[in-house]
């Protein structure tokens, strides 16, 4: 069984653009940036287990996503979590929903990720703020966190799926955090 453990920090544009530096000037390797669109679907056994299927979507690829909250801390967000490449993501869409499953929230987001040592460290930016992730196992979020400076920051212990409930707007019974679209003149 796979465990997602992370620990997820508030930032605001000024300390992104210092972890930005921060990562750099420590080595990390950056990985990737990407947009995404993210779409949890709920409803049945979902709901029974506490988890969510996500369906995630960028230039590049499209990854389904079963996510189930196991763990009591308070610090570190820990998740069951398997992960896969979808081929056909309208066939993909319509199995959700013969299986029952509705979309509840839908989110968008800017993702830079970085390589650090054991772990992961994404600084995402949504329509309703900025926050900085770390991912492996406890220990090393927290030696990492130490290195960053980031054990001095405000810990964010929602998921964006209950920040964009928070945040987002209801469009016929879908909560969305989407980014303002500009048109050109």
């Not at 409803?43 to 909250?69: F, P």
Request: no cysteine; net charge negative.
């Amino acid at each position: 069984m796979a465990i997602e453990t992370e620990k997820k920090y508030r930032l605001d544009k000024k300390l992104l653009v210092e972890y930005t530096t921060r990562l750099n000037d420590l080595g990390a390797e950056f990985a990737y940036e990407a947009f995404e669109e993210n779409y949890l679907h709920r409803g049945g056994v979902l709901d029974d287990r506490n988890a969510v299927l996500r369906l995630r979507k960028t230039a590049d690829k499209t990854l389904l996503t079963y996510k189930e909250k196991v763990g009591t801390s308070t610090e570190f967000k820990q998740q069951i979590e398997h992960e896969t490449i979808v081929e056909d993501v309208d066939a993909t869409e319509k199995i959700i929903d013969r299986l029952g499953y509705h979309l509840s929230v839908v989110y968008e987001k800017h993702r830079k990720a970085w390589h650090f040592g054991n772990v992961e460290i994404v600084l995402d930016e949504l329509p309703f703020g900025v926050y900085m992730e770390i991912e492996g196992s406890m220990k090393d979020i927290l030696t990492v966190e130490k290195q960053l400076g980031a054990d001095e920051l405000e810990v964010e212990t929602r998921g964006y799926p209950r920040l964009t409930a928070k945040h987002g707007k209801t469009i016929n019974g879908v909560v969305e955090a989407r980014f303002e679209k500009t048109t050109a003149a």
